[in-house]
């Protein structure tokens, strides 16, 4: 009888302890469905189901782009970029107007899925944003009135009592202004559509802005002369700004970038700007 016994009680720490492997996995199982459950969905899935891309564009930063306000329509280089990137997606774009100042708060507040218009790669932004490939190089370079180039070739020369340097608030030409304009009167000019007008007026005598712009204005303002485009005083790239985190949707933006680069795409784009 106590054998019987004894055999019984074993049998069940047995039972016991063979099941305690079993549960001890259950709580691993069930935490990896919630995990996958949780995980925030990437816009490479959620655009084509919305049928919409959102792009966060400042619309005043002509070539790449421009809000004209008689059609309430946006244009430019990376207007054309975005309605490929989104036809793509099997969806439609949809601007969502932002300022330099707030483009990146924007981007990360979910207000917009991609960044686009001129947006060049910065160390601060990227701390905040991801960036797709590059589109193309740049940097900063003066633009002035034909008639005063000789006078604003170097950093020196712009930087000087009785110069006006007229910049835009929020991006990078500011930043660069004022890292490098201590003498020469520093002027903030709030619309950067009509801020080139200023330099025409004689209200400011130069402006410092990317290479790609300067060249752009020059060619619309005959008054206006871009100044050695092809030897800014900086390097710079200009790339789409995408949320960190969303790996899947940037890989995605890094190939289409790639292709559109490489294939010609981005290049007549450009050119039938810069006519």
């Given at each position: ?15 016991v ?15 990896g469905?919630?995990?996958?459950a ?8 959620t ?13 005043d ?13 946006y ?17 439609t ?7 330099w ?30 960036f ?7 940097g ?11 006078k604003?070739?170097t ?18 030409n ?13 002027k ?8 080139f007008?200023?330099?025409i ?12 712009e ?29 949320p960190?985190?969303d ?5 995605y ?17 450009e ?5």
């Amino acid at each position: 009888m106590k054998r019987a016994a004894t055999l019984s009680a074993l049998a069940c720490l047995l039972a016991v302890t063979a099941a305690a492997p079993a549960a001890s996995e259950a709580p691993a199982a069930s935490q990896g469905a919630l995990s996958g459950a949780g995980k925030k969905a990437s816009a490479l899935d959620t655009v084509p189901r919305r049928g919409v891309l959102r792009v966060c564009t400042t619309g005043d930063y002509r070539p790449f782009t421009h809000f004209d306000p008689t059609t309430g329509r946006y244009r430019g280089v990376d207007i054309e970029m975005a309605q490929d990137l989104a036809k793509s997606l099997d969806a439609t774009p949809r601007y969502v107007a932002t300022t330099w100042s707030r483009l990146v708060a924007d981007l990360s507040a979910g207000r917009c899925d991609i960044a686009m218009g001129g947006v060049s790669i910065t160390l601060p932004r990227a701390r905040s944003v991801s960036f797709s490939e590059p589109t193309r190089t740049d940097g900063k370079t003066p633009i002035a009135r034909c008639a005063d180039q000789a006078k604003y070739q170097t950093l020196e020369q712009i930087d000087r009592p009785g110069t006006t340097v007229i910049v835009n608030p929020g991006g990078t030409n500011e930043e660069f202004a004022r890292a490098h304009i201590k003498r020469a009167t520093l002027k903030v000019h709030p619309d950067n559509t009509t801020i080139f007008d200023e330099i025409i007026a004689g209200r400011a005598d130069v402006m410092m802005t990317d290479a790609g712009e300067t060249r752009y204005q020059a060619k619309i303002h005959p008054e206006l002369c871009s100044i050695h485009p092809d030897k800014p005083f900086t390097f710079s790239e200009k790339a789409y700004a995408v949320p960190r985190g969303d790996a899947e949707f940037t890989a995605y933006v890094n190939q289409w970038v790639h292709l559109a680069t490489h294939d010609g795409t981005y290049r007549a784009y450009e050119e039938e700007w810069m006519k």
